[in-house]
């Protein structure tokens, strides 16, 4: 099977030859998911090299064809797709927290973040000093450093 270029409006095509002049595959390299998926399926069923393979469909080296086949194998086509940065599950830091943290606050105010934390681990809770800090912070319950007189 064969790549070829054509005149196609859409400067992004790309068409994978089949066994007759009709039949044939269009590949658009805008769809990133498309790209991948053909550039794993050409390496793996063709016998060229990995590396021309990969550089055939924009990549430098034969590392992604490794990466993205481990993430086919695991999830399918999805596993193609970019997952989106940040938290995958939902915050630890519930309003239910927020207002613990407080209430520790105003009825030990010797307690640090510290100490809040300990006593929110015993109850149960997961969280980090940071978070207990975060939580005093946002509502000003947080004790600033001054700077010693001197005499």
Do not use: W
Not at 20 to 37: C, E, G, W
Not at 49 to 72: A, H, M, N, T
Not at 129 to 149: A, D, F, I, M, Q
């Amino acid at each position: 099977m064969a790549q070829n270029n054509t005149d196609n409006n859409e400067e992004n095509m790309t068409y994978i030859q089949g066994d007759t002049p009709k039949r044939r595959f269009p590949i658009n390299f805008s769809d990133r998911i498309q790209v991948i998926y053909e550039m794993l399926r050409k390496a793996t069923l063709s016998r060229e090299p990995i590396e021309d393979v990969c550089e055939q469909f924009g990549f430098s080296s034969k590392r992604p064809y490794y990466y993205y086949l481990d993430k086919f194998k695991e999830d399918g086509i999805m596993g193609l797709k970019k997952k989106k940065p940040g938290p995958k599950e939902p915050s630890k830091r519930t309003e239910q927290l927020e207002k613990k943290i407080i209430k520790l606050c105003f009825n030990r105010p010797s307690l640090n973040m510290y100490d809040i934390n300990d006593i929110l681990k015993k109850e149960g809770y997961d969280v980090s000093p940071t978070t207990v800090s975060r939580v005093l912070n946002e509502h000003g319950l947080t004790k600033k450093k001054r700077k010693k007189e001197s005499k």
